[in-house]
């Protein structure tokens, strides 16, 4: 990827400030699953991928959930195209569609069951549909 220079001082300050964890969607949905009693673990390595991240995993059901933001992944309904350096973003948000889809089929290869869920997605629906995989792929791993 080309180096380009930012278009202000203030949108590459902003931009470095951009949380790749513990977003506010993300501990709201950990908040609910903790507080219902499941344990899981945070930003686990993907197995076989060192530099990526399930942001919540549930290493014995194999379950990893990852909760997307809508600008950085590629949101259907809330994505938005930056205009300044608009080539140098097209290509960098591309990568990171594409990055996702490979992490995915990854994990999916391993046997592990991946949910993904968009930014705005209500927390009370996420966690309710987490809780009903793990339990599945509890259950399911019990009788194998």
Not at 13 to 22: E, G, K, L, N, T
Not at 96 to 113: F, M, P, Q, S, Y
Not at 120 to 128: F, I, L, N, S
Not at 134 to 140: F, I, K, T, Y
Request: charged share 30%; proline share 6%.
């Amino acid at each position: 990827m080309s180096t380009v220079k930012p278009s202000s001082p203030q949108v590459s300050a902003r931009m470095s400030r951009q949380a790749s964890r513990d977003t506010t969607p993300e501990v709201a949905v950990r908040k609910l699953l903790h507080a219902a009693g499941y344990r899981y673990r945070l930003n686990e390595r993907v197995p076989g991928m060192s530099r990526r991240t399930i942001d919540i995993a549930f290493t014995r059901a194999k379950v990893a959930v990852m909760i997307d933001g809508c600008f950085w992944h590629g949101c259907p309904d809330h994505a938005t195209q930056p205009k300044a350096n608009s080539e140098w973003w097209r290509t960098k948000l591309d990568r990171n569609i594409a990055r996702d889809l490979e992490t995915t089929r990854h994990l999916l290869a391993a046997g592990w069951t991946v949910l993904r869920f968009w930014e705005h997605e209500p927390p009370v629906g996420v966690a309710e549909r987490v809780a009903e995989v793990v339990d599945r792929e509890r259950r399911g791993r019990r009788t194998r």
